[in-house]
C-alpha cells in the first residue's frame, strides 16, 4: 500500500498540514447554511485530528457534526494542500455507526440493496399501494402524498415513485443495435461496439426513463448494449452512511460480477454520478487497506465512465444530434453534480451534447451543492438539505429555463423537491441523456 493513500486517512497528519488559510470555508455547503467553525472543513479536520490523539470523545453532539457535513467535496477543491475533508469524514462515519448503531429504516433500506429480488418485489407492491396513497406528478416523475404524515422524511416532500417495471426487468441482457447505418459509416468508430450499462438504484426503480433513453441512443449509434442483470447498489447511499458492512459487500459481489464481462464491452457506462464516482474513485479509497481488492477496482476503474463523457468522447453524438436539424424551444440550465464535475471533471460533455438541440442559459453558481447530502441528510438532518437546496432552487428560477438537467438522480431527487418547496412549478427535472434522446426519436419521428 503506498504511503500516500495510508497519509490520506491519518487524521493527525492531515491535520497537521491544514495552514488554517481558511479557503475551503466560504464554498462549504453546510457552513454556508450553519456559520459555526466547527461545522467547516477545517473545523472538522481539528475536531478529528483531535480524536484520533483521544482528545476528543466521539460523544452525541461530536457524532452530530460529523453527520452535518455533505460530501460535496467543495472544500476538496479549494483547498491549497488538497486536504480529503470528505474521505476523512467518511471513514469517521464508520466509527459512528460502530459505537451508535445505524437507524432500523437505514439497515431496512441497506439490506434490501443487497437483496435486488425483495428489493423487487416490494418495489412492484409500492407501485400498487402508492397509486392510492400518493399523488403523482408524472412530468415531474415526483409523488406528495395524499395525507400529511407527522415523519420529516416524507411531510410536504416531493419524492420520487417506483415505477410499474424496474428498468433491469424490463429488457433482455443482450440488445442488438437494430440501426447498423451509423455504425457501418467509416467514419464513426463505432462497428462492433458494445458497451455494459450500469444504471444505478434510482434509474432503475424510479427514473426508468433514463435508460429507456440511453438504449434509444445506443441503438441510433449503431452500439450494442449489454444490461448486466445481477449489478448490485455501487454502495454509495451506504459509504457516505458509515456501513461499511454493505459497502463490502456490495462492491466485491460488483467486482466479481464486472471481471466476468468487462473484457466483452468496449465500457461500462452510467448515467449517474455519484454511481460512477463510488466505483471509479471511491471503491478504490474504501478499500486501501485491502491490497488485492484494490487492485482488482483500479484494474476497473478505467472502463467504468460516466454516459455523456463515453458518448462525446467515443461516438459521433455530437454530430448525430446537429444533423437532426431539431431545436427545441424549451431553455435548458445546466447543474453541475458534485461528483461529476469536482470528483471526476466532468461538466463540458452533457452540455456540449444538451447544446445541439436546446438552447441553454447558465445559472449563477452551476457548481453550488444541490443540498443532497445522502441518508442521513435526507431523513435525520432534512432541515439542513432543505436550507441548501433552497439557494440552488432560487437561481434556477432566476435563469427562466424550463428544464433544469444534470446527470445524477440524487440532485434530480434534491432539486425537484427544492423547487417544489420554493413554489417554483414550471420547471422540470431531465437526466441529459433524456433530452438527447428527445432529440434522436423527434428525428425518427419526422
Ligand atoms: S465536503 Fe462539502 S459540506 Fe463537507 S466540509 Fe467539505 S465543503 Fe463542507
Ligand atoms: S483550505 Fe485546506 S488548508 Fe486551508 S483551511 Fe481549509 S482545509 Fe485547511
Excluded at 279 to 290: G, K, R, V
Excluded at 380 to 396: S, V
Aim: charged share 25%; proline share 3%; aromatic share 10%.
Amino acid at each position: 500500500m503506498s504511503e500516500n493513500i495510508l497519509k490520506k486517512f491519518d487524521y493527525t497528519s492531515i491535520s497537521d498540514d491544514c495552514i488554517k488559510c481558511g479557503k475551503c470555508k466560504p464554498v462549504c455547503t453546510i457552513f454556508n447554511i450553519n456559520q459555526d467553525e466547527a461545522t467547516s472543513p477545517r473545523g472538522f479536520i481539528d475536531l478529528l485530528g483531535a480524536y484520533e490523539r483521544d482528545e476528543l470523545e466521539l460523544d452525541k453532539n461530536a457524532k452530530d457534526i460529523f453527520e452535518s457535513c455533505f460530501l460535496c467535496t467543495n472544500c476538496v477543491d479549494v483547498c491549497p494542500n488538497d486536504l480529503p475533508t470528505d474521505m476523512i469524514i467518511e471513514q469517521v462515519r464508520n466509527d459512528i455507526a460502530k459505537k451508535y448503531g445505524i437507524a432500523w429504516y437505514k439497515r431496512a433500506f441497506f439490506f434490501l440493496l443487497r437483496n435486488r429480488k425483495i428489493m423487487d418485489f416490494l418495489a412492484k407492491m409500492g407501485w400498487v399501494v402508492q397509486t392510492c396513497g400518493i399523488k403523482i406528478d408524472e412530468k415531474k416523475q415526483s409523488a406528495l402524498f395524499r395525507i400529511n404524515l407527522p415523519i420529516e422524511m416524507i411531510k410536504d416532500r416531493s419524492i420520487p415513485f417506483a415505477d410499474r417495471t424496474s428498468f433491469l426487468n424490463k429488457y433482455p441482457d443482450n440488445i442488438k443495435a437494430t440501426n447498423t447505418k451509423n455504425a457501418n459509416d467509416n467514419l464513426s468508430n463505432l462497428k462492433n461496439k458494445k458497451v455494459a450499462i450500469f444504471i444505478g438504484c434510482m434509474g432503475n426503480y424510479a427514473y426508468t426513463n433514463i435508460g429507456d433513453s440511453l438504449l434509444t441512443i445506443l441503438d441510433n449509434l449503431g452500439v450494442d448494449a449489454f444490461i448486466p442483470k445481477d449489478q448490485l447498489c455501487c454502495s454509495a447511499p451506504a459509504y457516505f452512511t458509515g456501513d461499511f458492512d454493505s459497502v463490502d459487500y456490495l462492491l466485491k459481489q460488483n467486482i466479481e460480477y464486472f471481471e466476468t464481462f468487462v473484457n466483452d464491452v468496449d465500457a461500462i457506462i452510467v448515467p449517474e454520478a455519484t454511481c460512477s464516482a463510488m466505483m471509479n474513485i471511491d471503491w478504490a479509497h474504501y478499500l486501501h487497506d485491502q491490497k488485492d481488492w484494490k487492485k482488482r477496482a483500479e484494474a476497473l476503474a478505467p472502463k467504468i465512465i460516466m454516459a455523456t463523457k463515453w458518448l462525446e468522447e467515443n461516438t459521433n453524438l455530437s454530430y448525430i444530434l446537429e444533423n437532426t436539424g431539431k431545436r427545441f424551444s424549451d431553455l435548458v440550465t445546466y447543474h453541475d453534480p458534485c461528483h461529476a464535475k469536482k470528483m471526476q471533471g466532468i461538466s463540458a460533455q452533457p452540455r456540449t451534447l444538451i447544446s445541439k438541440n436546446y438552447d441553454m442559459v447558465e445559472m449563477s453558481d452551476s457548481n453550488r451543492c444541490c443540498g443532497f447530502g445522502g441518508v442521513t441528510m435526507q431523513s435525520e438532518k432534512y432541515h439542513f438539505a432543505k436550507a441548501a437546496g433552497l439557494p440552488k432552487a432560487a437561481m434556477i428560477k432566476d435563469t427562466q429555463a424550463s428544464i433544469v438537467s444534470a446527470e445524477c438522480s440524487a440532485c434530480r431527487m434534491q432539486i425537484t423537491n427544492s423547487l417544489h418547496t420554493a413554489k417554483v412549478e414550471d420547471v422540470v427535472f431531465k437526466n441529459p441523456i433524456e433530452l438527447i434522446a428527445a432529440a434522436l426519436l423527434e428525428k425518427e419521428s419526422n
